[in-house]
């Protein structure tokens, strides 16, 4: 047997070893990153995913740019805002940050 092995089997064992430390350490790390950071997000996707898809005719939203209007038309994948007097934005859905009033709830 080489050096390293016997210097590897001579070491003393206390408290357990030291690769089940280490996997219960990285097993407390993902547990840690999952409720804190991944499981935040995917709530919050699902309900960004939701109020887009609910958007309809009347509905007075604001896109990530900062364009406050009214939706005057929607598509597939775009929706035209309406921002002032005769001004018409189109937008993509996903663009969509926040709804400020919902027709559909009056």
Request: no cysteine.
């Amino acid at each position: 047997m080489s050096e390293a092995m016997l210097a590897l089997l001579a070491a003393p064992r206390e408290g357990g070893s030291s690769s089940m430390i280490f996997l219960m350490q990285m097993v407390a790390i993902g547990a840690i990153f999952y409720f804190l950071l991944i499981r935040p997000q995917r709530k919050e996707q699902a309900r960004h995913r939701t109020m887009i898809e609910k958007l309809q005719k009347g509905d007075e939203v604001v896109t990530n740019g900062g364009i406050i209007g009214t939706v005057v038309h929607t598509q597939d994948d775009r929706i035209t805002v309406k921002t002032g007097e005769n001004t018409r934005v189109v937008v993509q859905r996903g663009r969509i940050a926040q709804v400020l009033s919902d027709r559909s709830t009056d």
